[in-house]
């Protein structure tokens, strides 16, 4: 119903919301344990975002991905530019999401050619055509509904810009992301759905995350079945 099915199973992300490093390292060390090979992290200026990269990565693997999304906390360029050259310094890291203000359109582009890591910016926070034209992200966070989630993939596929589906809850939803995924070319960053929060996922047979990927249900309807006794 999507659209022609062109994957069968997709990079999944575990996700934490701000916390201290030493507890991000706990977390860490969890996704690997669970099959998760990429990690949003919140990066906040109320934590050392040096210790809590240093102590991530002591973590994880050399081919393991984070993800620092500041959310815009680093206000400007001249701020972000210092903090990034140094996180930089930690391989584990890819992406840097909304570093700063999505209206800063100079200071994104500053940034963007600065560092070695992909710019990821919401996709429902900016003009697309703006920072595509200006050369302000490498790819895309797409979240809402159906509709709204396919536009802006047939966008990225036409512009040739990889994004990742933000749909958050538990196996339900993270199997919606999966189906979108399964249909979306580039749909080629791990999915965030902030699944691994939730204490119980609320399915008969829990989602198995195997490095880093998850497999596209095939039978009928989202493909799986509602735990009554979870709930």
């Given amino acids: 119903l999507l659209g022609r099915q062109g994957r069968d199973r997709c990079p999944l992300s575990w996700w934490g919301i701000d916390m201290p490093p030493a507890d991000y390292a ?32 002591a973590e ?23 903090v990034i050259e140094q996180l930089d310094r930690t391989p584990q890291i890819w992406i840097y999401e909304s570093p ?7 200071g994104n582009r500053r940034i963007r050619a600065f560092t070695r890591c992909a710019i990821a910016m919401h996709y429902a926070e900016v003009q697309p055509e703006v920072a595509i034209r200006e050369g302000m992200a490498d790819g895309w966070v797409v ?4 509709s709204a989630c396919m536009r802006a ?24 992301a999966a189906h979108l995924g399964a249909v979306c070319s580039h749909a080629q960053w ?26 596209v249900p095939n039978s009928p309807g989202l493909g ?4 009554e006794n979870a709930l």
């Fill in 60 to 82: 994880v693997g050399p081919d393991f991905k984070l993800d620092f999304d500041f959310n815009c906390h680093l206000n400007n360029a001249a701020t972000a530019l210092p």
């Fill in 100 to 106: 700063i203000p999505h209206e800063d359109v100079d």
């Fill in 143 to 146: 979240s809402g509904g159906l």
């Fill in 190 to 215: 791990p999915a965030v759905t902030c699944m691994n929060m939730y204490v119980d996922q609320l399915v008969t047979n829990p989602i198995e995350v195997r490095g880093g990927l998850y497999q």
């Fill in 224 to 227: 799986i079945e509602f735990d």
């Fill in 153 to 176: 993939a047939h966008l990225c596929e036409q512009v040739n810009m990889p994004l990742w589906f933000q749909l958050v809850g538990t196996a339900w939803t993270t199997t919606l």
């Fill in 26 to 57: 706990d977390e860490a060390r969890d996704a690997v344990a669970a099959g998760y090979t990429s990690f949003k992290q919140k990066a906040r200026p109320w934590f050392d975002v040096y210790e809590q990269a240093s102590l991530t990565a």
